[in-house]
């Protein structure tokens, strides 16, 4: 038996091959053009890995799109705004969307949906960014009959954006590859009015960019350390909610942290411990990994999760048996660094006789534990950290993370330079 949990994450940058003339959009007058956009967009994306701005050539096109979809939904969904701005690890304010579907006659496994986000400040021109997403194809597991039990699940997308100071509002249309539609406009509240003014912005205001903005460089250390990241690919406080401004968080601190520790070798596993199973992995971890992982993480899709999994104490065994094995591999490294949102397993205790076993292990343990939740329990990661007598930090804002990074470098053999 298989659970179910009513959500799963976008699969970006993958071209809808489907769209034609003849498609839904075209019977419906739909600008046919919006074929073409999303075949740029992948060609673009495809190589970037990431989510893309429409190009200045095609933003009337684009625009014409939006302002001329039917007012009235069509689509069984419902798209959120988020009105909660916070600065992201690049210095930049960050806004989301989700966007829940009921699946059954309209939305069905396999079907292509495109979100074209427009963002207009209140004294510019509007930004307009593409996002692909597509319903994974479920099994039928159920012995009641598949389609009785499609039509009471729900399937959760998300996106986002980053922007300057400023007031914005912001318009989502989403539409599926029939010609079906569905729209929702908000005024964003000012994000330089929200307790930041101290802080300087990365982004001018007015401006508006994708979610992750910036990629590693690959830059090694020949005198650097070995270093293992072991990336926590789970939604904050251990849900399976993997929202795209959660995903872009993580892949920012992991931008920000090789960038900044000198490493002559980089080794990478995303994994997550609820479905049992790793990610991605690269033993020399580059550039081109980086884009690899983050479409990895893009195509996570938390729909099932084993049986298996749902097992008393599966996830702390997974955990341990992970740090023993990259712990104690040939190339042991000198440092391990668990990377990822707090709370997973939060409350729950990590039997101590599980650890004793990889306490023999030379590398030092570190937990760069993003946005954990005040006054919790340790969780899983955490729990397992200070049995190896690591070093955990909770990291909440940016300044926090160059403060942990700055502990890190006091605490690792390798020279700063």
């Known amino acids: 038996m298989l659970y179910w949990p009513h959500r799963f994450s976008p699969v970006l940058s993958v071209c809808l091959s489907g769209l034609s003339a003849g498609s839904g959009f075209a019977k419906m007058g739909l600008l046919p053009s919006i074929a073409r956009l999303i075949l740029l967009s992948c060609l673009v994306a495809s190589a970037a890995g990431a989510q893309e701005l429409v190009r200045s050539e095609d933003l009337p ?51 292509h949906l495109v979100a074209l986000v427009k963002v207009t400040p209140e004294l510019g021109k509007p930004t307009v960014l593409l996002e692909y997403f597509e319903i994974p194809q479920l099994r039928p597991h159920f012995p009641s009959g598949f389609d009785a039990q499609l039509s009471k699940l729900t399937v959760r997308m998300s996106g986002g954006f980053a922007m300057g100071p400023g007031r914005y509002s912001v318009e989502v249309l989403l ?43 690959g830059s090694l250390a020949t005198r650097g350390i070995s270093l293992t990241i072991l990336m926590n690919a789970h939604g904050r ?3 399976a909610h993997f929202h795209a401004w959660e995903r872009a968080i993580l892949l920012q601190s992991l931008v920000t942290l090789l960038n900044q520790l000198p490493c002559r070798s980089v080794r990478l596993i995303a994994f997550d411990p609820d479905r049992l199973q790793e990610v991605f992995r690269q033993e020399n971890f580059d550039p081109d990994g980086f884009a690899k992982l983050e479409k990895a993480l893009e195509r996570m899709e938390f729909v099932t999760i084993s049986y298996q999994a749902l097992k008393a104490g599966a996830w702390s065994r997974y955990l341990v048996d992970l740090a023993q094995r990259e712990s104690s591999s040939k190339e042991s490294p000198d440092d391990i660094i668990f990377l990822g949102t707090g709370g997973s397993h939060a409350w729950e205790k990590l039997p101590r006789d599980m650890t004793r076993k990889i306490e023999i292990s030379n590398a030092h343990f570190f937990y760069f534990e993003l946005f954990p939740y005040v006054g919790s329990a340790p969780d899983g990661v955490e729990q397992l950290t200070k049995d190896m007598h690591g070093s955990v930090f909770a990291i909440r804002s940016p300044e926090t993370l160059a403060q942990a990074i700055k502990k890190t470098l006091a605490l690792t053999a390798a020279p700063s330079n």
């Not at 684009?62 to 909660?84: E, M, V, W, Y």
């Not at 994000?191 to 007015?206: S, T, Y």
Request: aromatic fraction near 8%; proline fraction near 7%.
């Open 61 to 111: 096109r684009t625009i014409g799109i939006i302002d001329n979809a039917p007012s009235k939904s069509s689509l069984p969904c419902r798209i959120q705004l988020s009105s909660n701005l916070k600065l992201d690890f690049l210095f930049r304010y960050m806004a989301g969307f989700a966007i829940d579907c009921r699946l059954g006659e309209v939305l069905h496994p396999g079907t």
């Open 175 to 217: 539409v599926d590859d029939q010609g079906h539609t569905c729209r929702e406009l908000k005024k964003l509240k000012p994000a330089d009015d929200r307790g930041d003014k101290n802080i300087p912005v990365a982004l001018q205001p007015g401006a508006v960019a994708p979610l992750v903005g910036a990629r590693w460089n």
């Open 237 to 239: 406080f251990g849900f």
